[in-house]
T-cell receptor, first 111, second 113 residues
Framework: DQQVKQNSPSLSVQEGRISILNCDYT??????FLWYKKYPAEGPTFLIS?????DKNEDGRFTVFLNKSAKHLSLHIVPSQPGDSAVYFC??????????FGAGTILRVKS | DAGVIQSPRHEVTEMGQEVTLRCKPI?????LFWYRQTMMRGLELLIY????????DSGMPEDRFSAKMPNASFSTLKIQPSEPRDSAVYFC???????????FGQGTRLTVV
């Protein structure tokens, strides 16, 4: 049973436009959510996180939105750059315990 | 700090052979995680340790898989005997604050033929 779902395997966006990556979860006990970025032949690297007590967190070009009632979060990248092309993983944890990851979304930013 | 170090980076082995993957976590991190990445299932948590003690191994797929952490600076993941369906990228990660913001190694790409 996948508790964290990223239903879009891939996304293609033009440079300068907004990239929106989506993630849904089923476990209502999750209280902390993270996005990781992964380049080929490298390990995932932490990008941005949000606690369940917030509905938005912003860090430069990256903003994460959390909709608890819909059990949905999204990552917005504005403006998108070619260097943002990577696999993006959504992850969640409950009470500081193990991270549960989604299957990932491949983002391609075209120049 | 050099980050989480995994070895080997690539491993090709024949079915039935024993495979040992190694990990050195970031110094001072109390949590160590082993993940497996496949196309179908994404990143799956296999097992994690806190202060060298295994806390949750519910993700370990079968008895063929075992993991140890003999000290704070070293962990192994062993597969014996290996099977072609074990082919994947295996990541080790460490964290200082439970599961939040874990730092990942570069992974070991395992191919079992």
């Amino acid at each position: 049973d996948q508790q964290v779902k990223q239903n879009s395997p891939s996304l293609s966006v033009q440079e300068g436009r907004i990239s929106i990556l989506n993630c849904d979860y089923t476990n209502s006990m999750f209280d902390y959510f993270l996005w990781y970025k992964k380049y080929p032949a490298e390990g995932p690297t932490f990008l941005i996180s949000i606690s369940s007590i917030k509905d938005k967190n912003e860090d430069g070009r990256f903003t994460v939105f959390l909709n608890k009632s819909a059990k949905h979060l999204s990552l917005h990248i504005v403006p998108s750059q070619p260097g943002d092309s990577a696999v993006y993983f959504c992850a969640a944890s409950a009470f500081g315990n193990k991270l549960v990851f989604g299957a990932g979304t491949i983002l391609r930013v075209k120049s | 700090d050099a980050g989480v170090i995994q070895s080997p980076r690539h491993e090709v082995t024949e079915m039935g052979q024993e495979v040992t993957l190694r990990c050195k976590p970031i110094s001072g991190h109390d949590y160590l995680f082993w993940y497996r990445q496949t196309m179908m299932r994404g990143l799956e948590l296999l097992i994690y340790f806190n202060n060298n003690v295994p806390i949750d191994d519910s993700g370990m797929p079968e008895d063929r898989f075992s993991a140890k952490m003999p000290n704070a600076s070293f962990s192994t993941l062993k597969i014996q005997p290996s099977e072609p369906r074990d082919s994947a990228v295996y990541f080790c990660a460490s964290s200082s604050r439970r599961a939040t913001e874990a730092f990942f190694g570069q992974g070991t790409r395992l191919t079992v033929v």
